[in-house]
């Protein structure tokens, strides 16, 4: 399924990385490194840092220990324009339409030709000629038009935080074949998700997280120990 | 990608949003229309009167008018976590800050236009000195106010009650241009004194606080 050569470098390398919210430590010293041109999913209970993790990766916050190279460089800015992030919220505005959210959005890249944006529109399966505002949308056709604004600069590496929240099974389905046909393009991915098996065609490896930790890397899905680890409290 | 494209592009697009929803324009105009309105009935001055206090009421009534637009400016962005996304792209924070502060005098400005004749016709003011003075003060003193206000607003974004948080922090600091945009007005009004002082004042107030706000908007944008 992974397009990566074994030989290539890693895209992210994770050292030791720590980030304490006060006297709290949503991750605990993780170290890894991840492969370019693969689907990684990410999976844990509610409060394992996996968003923690994926916002520090994505440069939106910074760590309290170790340290964390993406694509080469220390510095997440100097490789913003390789990198792609959905947020667990839309990162849209409600007050304009699709094509104008991406229009602004392909701007803040360099990209100036509406095609690009009506590219990205199609292939999450929207009409670019929508007329109707964001904030009139379903809100599977947010996370739709949300996965459009962050693959429409074409990145190398895309981070996608629980990217199927609220969106309906027909919907998650065609956006886990687009994340799949994404992938085939030799880009690197990393699904946060708790829906497991949505991924379990298309991952390559599936990350589990617990308690600030990354506890076990594999490409056997465990769709049914997901499951069964969110009918548990959060922690 | 230049720090001008993308200031015009985010301007443009907060201008489209706001004639959308006039959520700013319509709030600063009420706020503003209920303070000349109450001031008028409160003190009835005569026109000689007028013309000594009506530099402080206007730029009360101004300050406390922008706030409200101030207020909204970040909201926009808080909302679905926009600034997330443009936290993640390549874009400079400048061409944010500069949108924002921009769209803002703006905002300031046409309501200045709009209530001007509303304080001459309520407090009878006629100008002594010359008018176009009154321009620059007018232009000079709502810049200081809204470069500041943009900056502090970024500031007090992740704070619990920011609503609270812009004015306490955004007064203290605006006192000299207040001090300079209501005796700069008194003295065209009046015709009394050489505004020229305070003019440039708030000229040098503004160079100062504008690099300052450059300077440190990436730091606010990116603190968590």
């Not at chain 1, 590219?119 to 929508?130: E, H, I, N, Q, Y």
């Not at chain 1, 027909?170 to 949505?198: C, P, W, Y």
């Not at chain 2, 008194?186 to 050489?194: D, N, Q, R, V």
Request: hydrophobic share 50%; glycine share 6%.
């Amino acid at each position: 399924m992974s397009r990566s050569d074994p030989h290539s470098p890693p895209v992210i390398v994770l050292e030791n990385l720590v980030k304490f919210f006060g006297r709290f430590a949503a991750l605990r010293g993780i170290s890894a490194s991840f492969a370019p041109g693969r689907l990684y999913v990410v999976l844990g209970d509610n409060g394992a840092g996996k968003s923690t993790l994926l916002r520090v990766v994505a440069g939106l916050m910074e760590p309290s220990q170790g340290s964390c190279t993406l694509l080469g460089a220390k510095k997440v800015r100097e490789v913003a324009h390789r990198v792609g992030y959905m947020g667990h919220a839309p990162l849209l505005y409600d007050e304009l339409s699709g094509m104008e959210n991406l229009r602004y959005f392909a701007g803040l890249y360099g990209i100036h030709d509406d095609e690009v944006s009506r590219t990205a529109m199609r292939m999450v399966g929207l009409d670019p000629d929508l007329a109707r505002r964001v904030g009139q949308y379903s809100q599977g056709m947010r996370q739709r038009l949300s996965l459009a604004r962050a693959i429409l600069h074409g990145p190398e590496l895309l981070l996608l935080d629980e990217p199927f929240s609220n969106v309906d099974a027909h919907s998650a389905r065609d956006m886990a074949a687009v994340l799949g046909r994404v992938r085939d393009q030799n880009k690197t991915i990393f699904v946060v998700t708790h829906q497991a098996a949505l991924m379990e065609g298309v991952a390559d490896e599936f990350v589990h997280m617990a308690a600030g930790l990354i506890v076990s890397r594999d490409e056997v899905s465990r769709a049914a120990d997901a499951a069964t680890s969110e009918a548990r409290p959060a922690r | 990608m230049s720090t001008l494209t993308l200031t015009r592009a985010t301007l443009l697009k907060d201008l489209r949003m706001e004639w959308r929803s006039k959520d700013a324009i319509n709030s600063m105009l009420f706020f503003a229309l209920l303070v000349v309105v109450i001031f008028s009935f409160a003190f009835n001055p005569t026109a000689e009167e007028s013309r000594h206090i009506a530099g402080g009421l206007i730029w009360v009534a101004f300050l406390f008018a922008a706030v409200v637009a101030l207020n909204q400016t970040w909201a926009r962005e808080l909302r679905n976590q926009v600034l997330d996304a443009y936290r993640v792209s390549p874009a400079p924070p400048n061409a944010l800050f500069l949108a924002k502060a921009i769209g803002n005098f703006l905002f300031v400005v046409v309501l200045e236009c709009l209530m001007t004749p509303l304080f001459v016709v309520f407090y009878e003011l006629r100008s002594v000195g010359p008018v176009w003075q009154l321009i620059v003060v007018a232009l000079l003193g709502t810049w200081a106010l809204v470069v500041n206000g943009t900056f502090f607003a970024a500031l007090s974004i992740r704070t619990r009650s920011r609503e609270i948080m812009l004015p306490l922090i955004l007064f203290p600091i605006s006192i000299p241009a207040l001090l300079g945009m209501v005796d700069a007005t008194t003295s065209i009004l009046t015709g009394e004194a050489s505004p020229v002082f305070w003019i440039k004042l708030l000229a040098v107030y503004d160079i100062v606080f504008t690099a300052i706000c450059l300077m440190l908007f990436e730091t606010v944008l990116n603190a968590e």
